[in-house]
């Protein structure tokens, strides 16, 4: 829970600095691509994360990962090897994440599905997601076989369960009654 609470606290001090120096989109883009980066590759996560591994060795090692970063996500680098916190980076660049959508009024929608959505479902998605809100949504397809089909819908604090796994759920609980 701390590390997520430093993780904000860093987050928003970049997005501060990111915005006060006009490359909050530049930074931005670093964040998704170390959050992704980060996040999807199980070695490069294990290496952060190491105790053992020197922290000059870590900045290094990064730097040259994600080269031709902006100089504002240079120095989050610099500042994570001074404060000895890489293990958080991930975590701060998808805490970034959250703050610059939410600072750009645009809202994420995580919608999962038991295959990978195609380019026609996304697009009704968005339709009927913008019949209720009036934000700018991305859409984020999460693929979960267990729900066998349909979907879940998720956007902030709501949730909307219409899964053949849920209504299986329902229908259970209805006959054990």
């Known amino acids: ?24 989109e530049a930074v931005s883009s ?11 590759n199980l070695e490069l996560s294990t290496f952060i994360q190491n105790p053992t591994i020197k922290v000059a060795v870590k900045e290094n090692a990064l730097l040259e990962v994600f080269a031709g970063i902006n100089g ?20 701060i660049a998808t805490e970034y994440g959250k703050l610059s959508d939410l600072e750009n009024g645009i809202e994420v929608a995580q919608v999962t599905t ?5 380019k026609a479902l996304e697009e009704k998605v968005l339709a009927k997601i ?28 709501k949730q909307y369960n219409a899964s053949v796994a849920n209504r299986l759920q329902v229908l259970k609980r209805e006959l054990s009654n």
């Open 1 to 24: 829970m701390a590390s997520t609470r430093a993780a904000i606290r860093y987050a928003k001090a970049i997005l501060d600095l990111a915005n006060s120096k006009g490359v909050a």
């Open 30 to 40: 670093d964040m998704k691509s170390i959050a992704t980066t980060i996040n999807g």
């Open 72 to 91: 504002v996500t240079q120095g989050l680098f610099h500042l994570l090897f001074e404060n000895k916190r890489f293990e958080i980076l991930g975590a």
């Open 114 to 118: 038991a295959i990978p959505m195609d």
């Open 130 to 157: 913008a019949t209720f809100s009036d934000k700018k949504i991305t859409v984020e397809n999460i693929v979960d076989p267990a729900i066998i089909g349909g979907f879940i819908l998720r956007i902030g604090d």
